[in-house]
């Protein structure tokens, strides 16, 4: 019975994580071989927000950001999204993992 | 070439880590010799995973949801930490019995439940950014001629032998006792690495609550948010911006681990005839 309950609140937070994805803030990220494009991404501060995240590179790209908490592996010619916690007003840094080069910022203002 | 090498080497440098300090622990006695089999049974149970969920993420990636992709890797990251202090405390209360203990009933159980720790934490240890490698190698290799590829796989190889070989001299070098104590921290630190990531991953999908989000902000000191301070971070747990409920944790595993390695070793009853 307990783990039933259990099952059953943890399906109720991720179905609710999905359905508010789509009335949230978003920004889009291209990833190509080791380029950002934009290298800058502007958001609200204090919302949650989501980043479009595309490799339109012909390499794997991973977008990776511990101050944003999120890590995301896109083969070439993928594209997904993470959805982002409120951030203060700040600049938190990402890169991509497999092209060390590359090194973006999300302003939040 | 190069650059696949590094990124080769720094994805599994923690899994090297991992197995490189549980192949000496096993071999540094050789009561404990047994376990080979299971560590390698584990990485290769390791290997047909990473190659499977690299391959999932490749061509079906969209049939598992972001969300259920995260706690996959959430739970294996808690398994993995669990595992870890379980081994090290493990080794501490066991290292020094084990002698002992081959004569006893307990062997054949304490044993066989060892291995298995041993196994699983291997598999996982390789599983965790073996699959990003297989990701990767697979992006790298369409567009590289199939020579330098190989031989790009085989200096992968070569890497993780001299890591090997690096801990084997660590362990004649230096005394058993204090390289054992060196090697149980680093994997207690990799522990707190894991765990700080798993929790990362409860807070993003709102399992756990921040509370105190950012408690502080030390990016001028290590920035997590640049490649350099990202490898930092995921060998210790370090948060440039920590959420209050990471460092609490934190401090519980830390506290957590120290009252378990301080506990008293188990007593062992004698074989009644």
Known sequence: ?109 | MGQVLFVVWRESVEALLVIGILFTWIVGRPDSRRWLPWLWGGVALGLAGAVALGLVILFAGEVLSESAQTLFQTGLMLLACALIVQMVVWMRRHGRTLKREMHTALESEVGRSHGWGVLLLAAIAVVREGSETVVFLYGIGQHLVLFEFVLATVAGLALAGLTFVLLQLGGKYVSWRWFFRVTEVLLLLLGAAMLMSAVDNLLSLEILPAVVDPLWDSSAFINDGTAAGGLIASFTGYRAYPALTSLLIYLAYWALVIVLMRLPRAERKPVQA
Do not use: C, W
Request: glycine fraction near 8%; proline fraction near 6%; avoid cysteine.
């Open chain 1, 1 to 109: 019975m307990r783990a039933a309950t259990a099952a059953l609140g943890l399906a109720a937070v991720l179905l609710s994580g999905m359905a508010h994805a789509d009335d949230l803030h978003t920004v889009s990220l291209e990833m190509n071989d080791g380029k950002f494009v934009p290298v800058r991404l502007e958001v609200p501060a204090g919302v949650k927000f989501k980043i479009v995240v595309r490799n339109v590179g012909k390499t794997a790209a991973e977008f990776e950001s511990l101050p944003l908490r999120k890590e995301k592996v896109l083969a070439p010619g993928a594209e997904s999204f993470v959805v982002v916690h409120p951030l203060r007003p700040g600049e938190y840094g990402f890169f991509d993992d497999f092209h060390q080069e590359a090194q973006g910022v999300v302003v939040a203002k």
